[in-house]
């Protein structure tokens, strides 16, 4: 099993920033791949960003290109989500779970169990 705990969300203006982390333990972080995902009230859960286990690959839906910056720490087995610019269309849920696929478009989550989330909410 893979617990994941995601923290660092929070209200913010059209226009700020946030920085989410989340913090993995169970296996080994570096072998996978890590994503950010979201979902807004009323809508399917999205995939936002992802990162390969070296780091050196990221993916990012189209949306958030040059305001969203996805990174990771294996030695601390924590994955981050920089957020800048950000727009009310960006308030929801984000979760982060390993990921696999070859392009933003294939990317979807690995395992089936996620952690709580944490909110993001952006006021106009």
């Known amino acids: 099993q893979v617990q994941l705990v995601e923290s660092g969300g929070g209200l913010v203006q059209a226009g700020g920033s946030l920085r989410l982390s989340c913090a993995a333990s169970?296996?080994?972080?570096?072998?996978?791949?890590m994503g950010w995902f979201r979902q807004a009230p009323g809508k399917d859960r999205e995939f936002v960003a992802a990162?390969?286990?070296?780091?050196?690959?990221?993916y990012y839906i189209d949306s958030v290109k040059g305001r969203f910056t996805i990174s990771r720490d294996n030695a601390k087995n924590t994955v981050y989500l920089q957020m800048n610019s950000l727009k009310p269309e960006d308030t929801a849920v984000y979760y982060c779970?390993?990921?696999?696929?070859?392009?933003?478009?294939?990317?979807?989550?690995?395992?089936?169990?996620w952690g709580q989330g944490t909110q993001v909410t952006v006021s106009a």
């Open positions: 779970n390993a990921a696999i696929g070859t392009t933003a478009a294939t990317m979807r989550a690995l395992f089936d169990s």
């Open positions: 169970g296996r080994t972080f570096s072998n996978y791949g």
């Open positions: 990162v390969s286990w070296s780091g050196g690959n990221t």
